[in-house]
């Protein structure tokens, strides 16, 4: 296996799945140590990730990350699990999932310091576990939104939507400090939901 997931690894490598926000981190370390893991495997191959390094970034023993997760590769099999973001964004009817969708990734970003799906955007290679990401990503998003949509070309409106998700999540980090930043999820999703939700109900 050979690396994986975001250059943008300050961002996406928040905690942004159940489990694994600050409220499960009390006392654990174990929201830190998902972080960290998603920043190594984002900029070093798999091979070359240890545990001992994920530790040191994590502030945590390497014994520790043994004890929540068994072993290098089943904390990254956590790290590339998209189903606990999934189970938050479609939590709403499809009447109102546009603006749903919306509204949980700008809250994930600002509340969880993370973004809940960009991290696939910098999955693009050819490499095992990259292409596992990738594998996982359609499974639990995309294949899942399509099983949800009703009416005319639901996969190819799943994708739609997912692109667009994606590209907020891009336009929000290449902005941190920009207007994005100074706006409320609201007005966010004020602007941005009526188009995604066109795609929602076909």
Avoid at 52 to 74: M, P, T, Y
Avoid at 112 to 118: A, M
Avoid at 119 to 140: A, H, I, K, T, Y
């Amino acid at each position: 296996m050979t690396g994986h997931a975001t250059d943008e690894a300050t961002d996406t490598g928040a905690a942004t799945d159940a489990g694994t926000g600050p409220a499960a981190d009390v006392g654990t370390g174990r929201g830190a140590i998902v972080r960290a893991a998603r920043r190594a495997f984002a900029l070093r191959p798999y091979a070359e990730v240890t545990l001992r390094g994920i530790a040191a970034d994590a502030g945590v023993s390497a014994s520790l990350i043994v004890k929540h997760f068994g072993s290098k590769e089943q904390l990254f099999n956590t790290v590339a699990d998209f189903e606990p973001a999934a189970d938050e964004l479609f939590a709403a009817p499809l009447d109102t999932l546009g603006r749903h969708l919306v509204l949980t990734v700008v809250r994930s970003r600002r509340e969880q310091r993370g973004d809940p799906l960009l991290r696939v955007v910098f999955s693009l290679g050819n490499s095992d576990e990259r292409s596992l990401l990738r594998e996982r990503f359609r499974e639990q998003v995309t294949s899942r939104l399509t099983a949800l949509l009703t009416g005319p070309e639901p996969a190819l409106r799943a994708e739609l939507i997912a692109g667009q998700l994606l590209g907020l999540g891009a336009t929000l980090s290449l902005h941190p400090s920009g207007a994005g930043s100074l706006a409320t999820p609201e007005h966010l999703a004020d602007l941005y939901a009526p188009a995604l939700q066109r795609l929602v109900t076909g």
